[in-house]
């Protein structure tokens, strides 16, 4: 990955968050959903089976292409900002890939 010492360390906070982050997320997650003592894995499987492995992949592109255009023009970062693009972008081919593969079956 290229880019700063400081952007490299940025989407590194970002991809791979604290353990508080991590447990402050899962507790709002939980929230959302009304479910208790559920793990990350477990709260994003349940979207999955309501909503399909597309939808969710696609929503999470649209969050990462918001924080892209939100860190662009409020932090002037294009580097990390470039980085959630990527991201977004990935997302969204998986998404396609999910949707193909469901459709015809491979």
């Not at 909503?51 to 292409?65: C, D, F, N, R």
């Not at 918001?66 to 970062?77: F, L, P, S, V, Y």
């Amino acid at each position: 990955m290229r880019g700063s010492y400081h952007e490299r360390q940025g989407i590194a906070r970002l991809v791979r968050p604290s353990n508080v982050a991590d447990t402050k997320m899962e507790a709002a997650m939980n929230n959302l959903i009304g479910v208790n003592d559920v793990t990350l894995a477990d709260t994003l499987e349940s979207l999955v089976d309501a909503k399909g492995m597309t939808t969710v992949l696609e929503t999470l592109a649209q969050i990462a292409s918001e924080k892209a255009d939100h860190i662009a023009t409020n932090w002037q970062d294009t580097g990390l900002a470039k980085e959630w693009d990527r991201l977004a972008a990935r997302l969204v081919n998986d998404g396609y890939y999910c949707q193909k593969r469901a459709y015809f079956g491979k």
